[in-house]
């Protein structure tokens, strides 16, 4: 929605002129985001009726869950504010992956649904009466469920690269997908101010301005290697070289874990990569 598509809204009354300022102030511009956002369009939820609006665990668990789509001090842009009555929704990116439209769906399907042939002996079976006609309708219909039992199970034999090559797919989305922040709980949104937005965001979002204060401890962590939790594993070995697999195995979903240890410099790097996209690290000094 440009800033012209806003200006005449406002003017018919469809959008609250707090809406137009707000959309005048966010639209299109680019931001620094300064926390891990989930890849998912759920993003994160702050409760602003909260003393502490974000709810850690909910956003530690959307993490594990759906990867981050945009890491840590990266820039994204404002691509939809969505007001509603006690809801501001934030979109950076596209919003998250998972809107209307897109297939997140992780496995693909085995069923097998009855054929004509299978339909009508079924139908025939039933109306006959005469036994010896209906011993060899049941034969021809065994048959025919024994053809489609047979291409149901050939089909699950070779489901399970194509579902782990569908949950990739899925997961590859979801990190280019965007995100999203909901400010939840407002008693209203009609006099909500550009300003106001930004102050309940000024702990995640740089708005611009003067460049955030950067621990010590930030400083020594950035001068490790630049991983993040969704990177696929080719980048792994380009940014931290030849490493060391120290265990792998699958799961009863299919699913591949793998444990590796890479050495860098004056540490060592402990990597969980799941489905070759890097979940977990951890990084101690030698």
């Not at 759906?66 to 950076?92: H, N, Y």
């Not at 034969?139 to 949950?167: C, F, T």
């Not at 899925?170 to 300003?195: C, I, P, Q, Y």
Request: no cysteine; proline share 3%; hydrophobic share 35%.
């Amino acid at each position: 929605m440009t800033v012209k598509w806003v200006l005449a809204l406002a003017a018919s009354g469809l959008l609250q002129a707090s809406d137009a300022e707000l959309h005048r102030a966010f639209l299109g511009k680019e931001v620094t985001l300064r926390i891990d956002m989930p890849g998912t369009q759920h993003g994160v939820d702050l409760h602003l009726d909260r003393d502490d609006p974000m709810d850690w665990k909910q956003y530690s668990q959307r993490i594990k869950n759906f990867g981050v789509s945009i890491p840590k001090g990266r820039t994204a842009r404002v691509t939809s504010l969505v007001v509603k009555k006690d809801v501001i929704e934030m979109q950076f990116d596209g919003g998250g992956f998972g809107t209307f439209g897109d297939d997140t769906s992780t496995t693909v399907s085995t069923y097998v649904p009855k054929s004509s042939r299978e339909t009508s002996l079924e139908r025939a079976r039933n109306r006959e009466t005469d036994p010896g006609k209906r011993r060899r309708l049941d034969m021809e219909l065994r048959h025919e469920q024994d053809l489609r039992h047979r291409e149901e199970m050939r089909l699950r034999a070779i489901s399970e690269p194509a579902n782990a090559m569908k949950r990739q797919e899925v997961m590859e989305k979801r990190l280019r997908g965007g995100s999203r922040f909901n400010l939840r709980n407002l008693s209203t949104t009609a006099d909500v101010t550009s300003n106001q937005v930004k102050d309940w965001l000024k702990d995640f979002v740089d708005f611009g301005g003067p460049p955030p204060v950067i621990s010590q401890q930030q400083k020594k962590q950035s001068q490790g290697a630049a991983l993040r939790r969704g990177m696929p594993m080719d980048e792994v070995l380009e940014t931290l070289g030849e490493g060391k697999l120290l265990s792998e195995a699958v799961g009863a979903d299919g699913i591949l874990t793998q444990q590796w240890e890479f050495v860098k410099g004056e540490r060592t790097y402990s990597v969980t990569v799941v489905e070759g996209l890097l979940v977990r690290y951890t990084m101690k000094a030698r």
